[in-house]
Nanobody
Framework: QVQLVESGGGLVQPGGSLRLSCATS????????IGWFRQAPGKEREGVSYISSTDNSTRYAGFVMGRFTISRDYAKNTVYLQMNSLKPEDTAVYYCAADAGTTSYHWSYVRKYAYWGQGTQVTVSS
């Protein structure tokens, strides 16, 4: 069955870096776009980044632009989110999700994605 498993979260000081991984199984990675989302306590889940299935084009939320980078490794069936210059407001549970669609339109909409991982906690604090 389709599975997405996030890892790489943890506690990091402001200004530090983390690399999150989204290991996928049960489907062909090149047939699905992958989105990264996050949810802080008391807040709605929000889109962070996206990589398409068709041309590997990427999208980023404005609040992470220039700090986060999404990439995929087809050989490992894994999508990464490199997070640099982390801020306390980046603290959240981070989720990856898979979308069989071929357009990045509405990439940050939760309902666009059929499959979700369980999440990994990222805490940015001194």
């Amino acid at each position: 069955q389709v599975q997405l498993v996030e890892s790489g979260g943890g506690l990091v000081q402001p200004g530090g870096s983390l690399r999150l991984s989204c290991a996928t199984s049960g489907f062909t990675l090149d047939a699905y776009a992958i989105g990264w989302f996050r949810q802080a306590p008391g807040k709605e889940r929000e889109g962070v980044s996206y990589i398409s299935s068709t041309d590997n084009s990427t999208r980023y939320a404005g609040f992470v632009m220039g700090r986060f980078t999404i990439s995929r490794d087809y050989a490992k069936n894994t999508v990464y989110l490199q997070m640099n210059s982390l801020k306390p407001e980046d603290t959240a549970v981070y989720y990856c999700a898979a979308d069989a669609g071929t357009t990045s339109y509405h990439w940050s909409y939760v309902r666009k994605y059929a499959y979700w991982g369980q999440g990994t906690q990222v805490t940015v604090s001194s």
